[in-house]
Structure formats: structure tokens, C-alpha cells
């Protein structure tokens, strides 16, 4: 098993009617164009919403975010109203019909473009619409993301974990001094 991995919440649906999960299986698929993925369970509440719509946003999650990030993975929509239970706000997609969460440093709008059936989850690969960032944790000068800011929760072995320390940058191994 490849971890840790992000823990990310999922928003799909629209404004009007919308739920959110928890995955921890996504990732980046290319740059040029870009795309990810995220796998999801056929049951789930959140799959069908999903595929009628191909649409979806992926959120980065936060240590402030925990405890909503784990209920939101033992709960489903079905059952529950996940933005209320979890105080989370849902805030309107600027090139998804999808919300996204106001709360989370980063969101990524997604439209599906193909759907692999691949076992126990079926993955859903999109191009990247657009992405929304917290502008406190964009450098002024550089215009980088200070994701060393943003207190990103990853998941392993059924933990959750914040992410490390900055320990170098691409390249600093072979760097002339």
C-alpha cells in the first residue's frame, strides 16, 4: 500500500441539493492537460450523484477539518444532511454546478471524463476545471501555495496525521551553491 495519502472531502451535486465524502484514494493523473482522480465505492450515496452529474470537487482537508472529515466518511447522505452535521459551508462552484468547501485551503472543480470499473471502486479520472485557493496562504511575491501554512490532514493505516515539516525542494540535492 502506497501512504500516506491526502484525506480529502469530496462535494458533488449542486447548491441546491449537494453531499460531500470522504476519500483518501486520489491523486494527480498529468499536468498537460491537468487531470486527477478519485475512487469511489459504487454504494456509495455520493457515486450516483456523481455519474449523473460528472461533476465533483476535491477539497483538501485540514487538522480543523478532522472530525468532519472522519463523520463524513461513516455517514452517508442518505441518511444525513452532511453540511449541517458538520457545520462545514458550502460556497458556489465557479466552473462546477458542484459547492465547495469555504473552509478548505484548497479546492479543485473536476469534470469527469471516463469512468474505469477497477474492483471493490470504480475511478473517476477528470481534467481540473479551475482551482480555488486560500488567498492567505498565497505567497504575494512568488505567488506560491504555502501548503506548509495550511495544516493538510493525510490518512494512513486508518489514522489521520498532519503533514510534516519542509525538508527541501525539488532539485536542492544537485543544487550549485
Do not use: Q, R, W, Y
Given at each position: 500500500m502506497i501512504y500516506p495519502l491526502p484525506a480529502v472531502l469530496v462535494t458533488c451535486g449542486t447548491m441546491e441539493q449537494s453531499n460531500m465524502l470522504t476519500v483518501a484514494w486520489t491523486g494527480t493523473v498529468c499536468t498537460d492537460p491537468a487531470m486527477c482522480y478519485i475512487s469511489v465505492r459504487p454504494e456509495r450515496y455520493s457515486y450516483d450523484i456523481i455519474r449523473r452529474q460528472m461533476e465533483f470537487t476535491i477539497n483538501l482537508t485540514t487538522e480543523t477539518m478532522a472530525r468532519a472529515t472522519d463523520w463524513c466518511g461513516v455517514r452517508s447522505g442518505r441518511d444525513y444532511d452532511k453540511w449541517k452535521e458538520?457545520?462545514?459551508?458550502?460556497?458556489?462552484?465557479?466552473?462546477?454546478?458542484?459547492?465547495?468547501?469555504?473552509?478548505s485551503p484548497l479546492s479543485i472543480e473536476c469534470r469527469v471524463k471516463e469512468i474505469l470499473?477497477?474492483?471493490?471502486?470504480?475511478?473517476?479520472?477528470?481534467?481540473?476545471?479551475?482551482?480555488?485557493?486560500?488567498?492567505?496562504?498565497i505567497d504575494p511575491e512568488t505567488g506560491a501555495f504555502h501548503l506548509d501554512r495550511a495544516g493538510l490532514l493525510n490518512y494512513s493505516h486508518g489514522n489521520y496525521y498532519t503533514q510534516g515539516q519542509h525538508v527541501g525542494r525539488f532539485g536542492w540535492t544537485?543544487?550549485?551553491?
Open positions: 458538520t457545520g462545514l459551508t458550502p460556497s458556489p462552484g465557479v466552473m462546477a454546478a458542484c459547492p465547495h468547501i469555504a473552509e470499473s477497477l474492483g471493490s471502486h470504480d475511478m473517476f479520472l477528470a481534467e481540473v476545471l479551475d482551482v480555488l485557493a486560500d488567498e492567505s496562504l544537485v543544487k550549485k551553491k
